[in-house]
């Protein structure tokens, strides 16, 4: 607890509690164009009832000064667009106020910071919901179109995303400002988040996230929603969608208003798809069955505001039933690049091997304004269930082969400072908990064991601003307790407790060079126990069988026994500890924007799951895998440019690129995305939107060492397995997509046609793990159309 103690005494201490004084607050901000992002000069901004106002700068930018209320009502008009009035208090300063023309569907819209950014010397990209799309995307395709993220796959259903070649439990899921609570151990498992539900996705690169804990040793992915607006009539949309690859229909609805106090959204999803097409061939037992609806409601005060936010989201995805095997010459068949066997008709129904999960989240905000500060609390309450089903015989077939309920608990408060003599911070403490359990009589042994995780952290952010140069400092402390016991068929097996520490820091630079140029750079640390699943898992789990640190030797057998574990006295394994450093330029011009971003991460006692050999079962032939422990070097960069040629055309390049080995073993590690390089054009007017996409994803030539099945299974290979990393196939080739689309608006209509691999390409991804089964899809036409009011 006195590390607690401290690290509050370092926030407090810094800054006395601001006074306001009256009349003396002033509000600065930017008038854009929600349509091509681009400054409306000379658009009038007033303040509702008086006759204080301000006409925007060539750059769009406003300032109005000498206003005596708490709260105002800012009205901002530019001809041809949209008038919007805008609710702002004090605690939000820095509104972008993006206006919609007269002629489009779209609403014009306000985005507000608060006192301090978190760090504001991270690489951080945000990148907008179109509703229309989530109808014919997934949530983690749209992530993947920022530079530098990209995911892991298993099939076309299940994806999770990547930061500079990180994932799981190294990259933190925030959804509604929670941490996402699902069985996260699973490098299978996508987070179940409700695409209704969310407004904006936003990537943190960097691994100075002090705030959010541990494991962010990648970065953070924020899955924000959307906001209910003060003073906003009833409006809404109804979207409705088509997909040709699969047959997918989909719908969305959401409905929001909100008055002087109160304010309030809903919205609800659903999709249903079926097998999903290659090339070539179906891609038998790959759909999915989606459905979801949140809540937000606010009550605002002049002292306080109250919000009340929750979601719900079931899943049933199918898992490529090529992906099991009956022998080990059909599994070098779907390596060597032939249809997976077994391969059936087109169907809407779902069988085994599959994945059922529920999600539903329930969260409270309560925050208070004291003079110029900020005091947040938040409690959330997150339940998962997962039920995961394997190719079993007779009434077998029916029951989960993996059942699992997670309840997760969130406590949080925070603290944000009134800003003093150019410094302003937050401190904050977080308290989170997690119970695992596995349902009875699911499976005769345990994948996993039941656990409990309870971490306790504490960190502040500091930061001191002077001319046009940032410098930021910010502390974390963690204790985390795990515990966990096993039995098998209710006769118990083995139990243990492990405690972890550890304190994390993050030291950053931002400096302005010009009107137009920003160079930056944040040195950071993170850390992360390992999970269940590395210390733990033992058997079978989605087309592979992999084994955890404590549950394997190579003397005389390479598995232990159901009953039989290893722990920390007989097998270290300490915490994984990252040093990371990222520098960044941004340049911000008229017509060219962009950014360009170089990071090493440097991560000691890194874990990572490796191949090791084939085996056979009941199940077919299955390729087994360990886990081991190594340190680990991570390299590379992004890149986003973009340019704006006329008032109709814009264009995109973004390339990102990630370098990874194992610097004990000098030896390249395994599923790191390769050079990624995308163009993309597009032409807007008022009625019409016209893209162009031109994708090229090259071969991974920093490649681990290979050993097909038939050598392992005829010793035919010198390799030593015990010690080299090796993959059961060869990176795939590079492969070139490309796609287009097609937009129409009209007063209150709008309508999409986008098509994904245009050529109808077979390829296969290199961070999919089904690549060794099967090609990925084929070309997909998806039809949306939206009506809003």
Partial sequence: MRYLVLFFLIGFTTLAVGQSKPCNRSVKGKVLSRETNEPLPFAT??????????????????????????????????????????????????????????????????IEDYQTEEIQSLAVQRKEINKMSITTSSLGDLANEISGVSMLKTGSNVSKPMIHGLHSNRVLVINDGLRHAYQVWGEEHAPEIDPSHVDQIEIIKGAGTVKYGPEALGGVILYNTKKPELHEELNGS????????????????????????????????????????????????????????????????????????????????????????????????????????????????????????????????????LGDHIVNFTYGVQQNIREEY?????????????????????????????????????????????????????????????????????????????????????????????????????????????????ASFTLGFRKKLNPNTTVFTNLGTAWRPPNVAELYSWGYHNSRIQFGLWRYDFTPDVVTPPNSVFDESSRSVPAENS??????????????????????????????????????????????????????????????????????????????????????????????????????????NSFWTLGLNLNYIARQWNEPLVIEPREIENGNTEVDRNTDIFDYMAPPDGYFLIGTKIGFEKKKWSAEINVRNILNSRYRIYTDRLRYFADAPGRNIGFSLQYSF
């Fill in 45 to 110: 901004v007033s303040v509702q009832g008086t006759e204080i106002a301000d006409i925007a700068s060539e750059n769009g930018e406003f300032e109005i000064s000498n206003i005596c209320q708490k709260e105002i009502d800012l009205e901002v008009r530019f001809v041809g667009y949209k008038t919007v009035v805008h609710h702002h208090d004090f605690h939000h300063p820095n509104p972008t106020i993006y206006l919609a023309a007269n002629e489009t569907v779209l609403e014009s819209i306000t």
């Fill in 238 to 369: 109804v979207t409705s969608s088509y997909q040709t690859n699969g047959g997918a229909v989909g719908s969305q609805f959401n409905l929001g208003q909100g008055s002087h106090n109160f304010a309030w959204n809903v919205g609800a999803y659903g999709t249903y798809q079926g097998d999903l097409e290659a090339p070539d061939y179906t891609l038998s037992n790959t759909g999915k069955k989606e459905y979801g609806a949140s809540f937000n409601a606010l009550i605002h005060q002049p002292k306080f505001d109250v919000q009340i936010s929750g979601s719900y989201f079931d899943q049933e995805l199918g898992i490529l039933r090529g992906s099991i095997v009956g022998n080990l010459d059909n599994l070098q068949e779907a390596i060597d690049g032939n249809k997976p066997n077994p391969t059936f008709s087109s169907t809407y129904d779902i069988g085994s091997p599959r994945q059922s999960t529920t999600h539903g989240l329930l969260k409270s905000d309560i925050k208070l304004f």
């Fill in 390 to 502: 394997d190719v079993r015989r007779g009434t077998l077939n029916e029951r989960p082969v993996i059942d699992l309920k997670l309840i997760s608990h969130t406590l949080e408060a925070e603290w944000v400072q009134a800003s003093k003599n150019r410094w302003n911070g937050s401190s904050g403490i977080q308290v989170y908990t997690q119970n695992s359990v596995n349902e009875p009589e699911s499976n005769p042994a345990n994948f996993v064991p039941d656990y409990d995780v309870i971490n306790i952290g504490a960190y502040t952010i500091q930061s001191y601003h002077f001319e046009k140069v940032t410098l930021e400092l910010g502390a974390r402390f963690d204790y985390q307790s795990l515990s966990v016991a096993d039995t098998i068929r209710e006769i118990y097996t083995y139990s243990n407790d492990l405690d972890f520490n550890n």
């Fill in 579 to 684: 040093y990371k450093i990222i520098s960044g330029i941004e340049i911000d011009k008229t017509k060219l924007k962009a950014e360009f971003v170089v990071f090493t991460n440097k991560i000691n006692n890194y874990i990572f799951l490796r191949p090791y050999g084939i085996t056979t079962n009941i199940a077919g032939t299955i390729p087994y895998w360990l886990f081991e422990q190594t340190d680990a070097l991570f390299l590379g960069s992004d890149w986003d440019i973009r340019y704006t040629h006329s008032d109709r055309f814009t264009s995109e390049v973004k390339l990102s690129y990630v370098y990874a080995k194992s610097t004990e073993k000098d030896q390249p590690l395994l599923e790191i995305p390769p050079l990624n390089i995308d163009y993309s054009l597009e032409y807007k």
